[in-house]
């Protein structure tokens, strides 16, 4: 059998909501999510998932209602050192504290940023509710319960328009999406609303190793969790439980650059560079350019983790003006 998989299709965007109706449409048992959501020791909250649909599109959504006072705190606001030390102290098991602390770190980073101050020190306000506390340990509870071997993610959809904040009226993406989500394929305006809240980014960001769009898998389940709007397209989250193939292709790209205006006893000199900095192969191809005029294709195979370090080194090492980027898919024999 094959490697299992989860695969959230952001073709909508995702929400903390959205993220654990569609965990428990998936399998997870509400019973479970319960039962150990009561360790938290939170004041009085319920949590309801019923049928709803989007579009025409069935599945589960999920409802967080909470007091209004508790603690000393209003509702939706708390420091991120009340957040740890609530989960430090709840009854939970060590692996999903760690996996719940380590997305509410992503936040509480991003929102540091935004606002100027230190880690320790930033306040959440609409993250630091009670239903987005809640969604947040959910969602660590889920991924430890279904314990997949690999997580992937569709490009993220933003949205468009404004979004309420305690701050005020912010752009969406609000600014801790935007950090949370640097580096990951976004795309925008298919709706002029949030359609992806700082609580979902931040579960993408600690949770997805890998953003793509071409992953080969076998189906195994589909599960939809139903957003709270209803928009022009589906406001829903649609998450694929799958195995993956025996052998898994695995994720690269070539950079290539057309040269012909440099030395070729320039190109031993550049190659033993780029393979010096991780680059997977690479090879110099005779081609004819405009006017007949003899040069090189330069093709460099690499990773994700070297991609932007040599994409520098041969705009500055070789001629070029600039490179193209392929994204390919590499299948190897064992060894």
Same mark, same amino acid.
């Given at each position: 059998?094959?490697?299992?998989?989860?695969?959230?299709?952001?073709? @909508?965007?995702?929400?903390? !909501?959205?993220?654990?109706?569609?965990?428990?449409?998936?399998?997870?048992?509400?019973?479970?999510?319960?039962?150990? *959501?009561?360790?938290?020791?939170?004041?009085?909250?319920?949590?309801?998932?019923?049928?709803?649909?989007?579009?025409? &599109?069935?599945?589960?959504?999920?409802?967080?209602?909470?007091?209004?006072?508790?603690?000393?705190?209003? /509702?939706?606001?708390?420091?991120?050192?009340?957040?740890?030390?609530?989960?430090?102290?709840?009854?939970?098991?060590?692996?999903?504290?760690?996996?719940?602390?380590? &997305?509410?770190?992503?936040?509480?980073? @991003?929102?540091?940023? +935004? /606002?100027?101050?230190? %880690?320790?020190?930033?306040?959440?306000?609409?993250?630091?509710?009670?239903?987005?506390?809640?969604?947040?340990?959910? @969602?660590?509870?889920?991924?430890?319960? *279904?314990?997949?071997?690999?997580?992937?993610?569709?490009?993220?959809?933003?949205?468009?328009?404004?979004?309420?904040?305690?701050?005020?009226?912010?752009?969406?993406?609000?600014?801790?999406?935007? *950090?949370?989500?640097?580096? %990951?394929?976004?795309?925008?305006?298919?709706?002029?609303?949030?359609?992806?809240?700082?609580?979902?980014?931040?579960?993408?960001?600690?949770?997805?190793?890998?953003?793509?769009?071409?992953?080969?898998?076998?189906?195994?389940?589909?599960?939809?969790?139903?957003?709270?709007?209803?928009?022009?397209?589906?406001? #829903?989250?649609?998450?694929?439980?799958?195995?993956?193939?025996?052998? $898994?292709?695995?994720?690269?790209?070539?950079?290539?650059?057309?040269?012909? !205006?440099?030395?070729?006893?320039?190109?031993?000199?550049? @190659?033993?560079?780029?393979?010096?900095?991780?680059?997977? !192969?690479?090879?110099?191809?005779?081609?004819?350019?405009?006017?007949?005029?003899?040069? %090189?294709?330069?093709?460099?195979?690499?990773?994700?983790?070297?991609?932007?370090?040599?994409?520098?080194?041969? $705009?500055?090492?070789?001629?070029?003006?600039?490179?193209?980027? #392929?994204? +390919?898919?590499? +299948?190897?024999?064992?060894?």
């Amino acid at each position: 059998m094959g490697e299992t998989i989860l695969y959230y299709d952001c073709f @909508a965007g995702i929400s903390g !909501d959205m993220h654990l109706a569609a965990m428990v449409d998936l399998g997870v048992p509400q019973a479970y999510l319960r039962e150990q *959501l009561s360790l938290l020791g939170l004041p009085e909250f319920t949590v309801r998932f019923t049928r709803d649909s989007r579009k025409g &599109i069935t599945g589960t959504r999920a409802d967080v209602d909470a007091a209004t006072e508790h603690e000393g705190h209003s /509702h939706g606001h708390r420091a991120f050192i009340d957040i740890r030390a609530l989960i430090n102290r709840s009854g939970l098991s060590e692996p999903i504290k760690a996996r719940s602390l380590a &997305i509410f770190q992503r936040l509480a980073e @991003a929102e540091a940023t +935004v /606002h100027g101050t230190s %880690v320790e020190e930033v306040r959440f306000h609409e993250v630091g509710a009670v239903d987005s506390i809640v969604d947040i340990i959910a @969602a660590a509870l889920c991924l430890e319960y *279904l314990k997949p071997d690999h997580v992937y993610a569709s490009t993220v959809e933003l949205g468009g328009g404004f979004v309420k904040s305690q701050h005020g009226l912010l752009p969406v993406p609000a600014p801790a999406t935007a *950090l949370l989500l640097t580096g %990951v394929p976004v795309k925008t305006g298919a709706v002029p609303f949030e359609m992806t809240t700082p609580t979902g980014a931040a579960i993408l960001a600690s949770s997805v190793e890998s953003f793509t769009n071409t992953s080969r898998f076998t189906i195994k389940k589909v599960a939809y969790g139903i957003g709270h709007r209803d928009t022009e397209i589906p406001n #829903v989250l649609r998450v694929f439980l799958a195995e993956a193939p025996e052998r $898994l292709p695995a994720e690269a790209c070539i950079l290539e650059c057309n040269i012909d !205006d440099m030395s070729p006893e320039l190109h031993g000199h550049v @190659a033993e560079l780029l393979f010096s900095a991780g680059a997977s !192969d690479v090879y110099f191809t005779p081609i004819i350019m405009k006017k007949s005029r003899p040069a %090189v294709m330069l093709s460099v195979l690499c990773n994700s983790e070297v991609e932007r370090q040599l994409q520098e080194l041969i $705009l500055r090492e070789t001629t070029t003006f600039g490179l193209r980027r #392929v994204a +390919v898919q590499k +299948v190897m024999l064992d060894r």
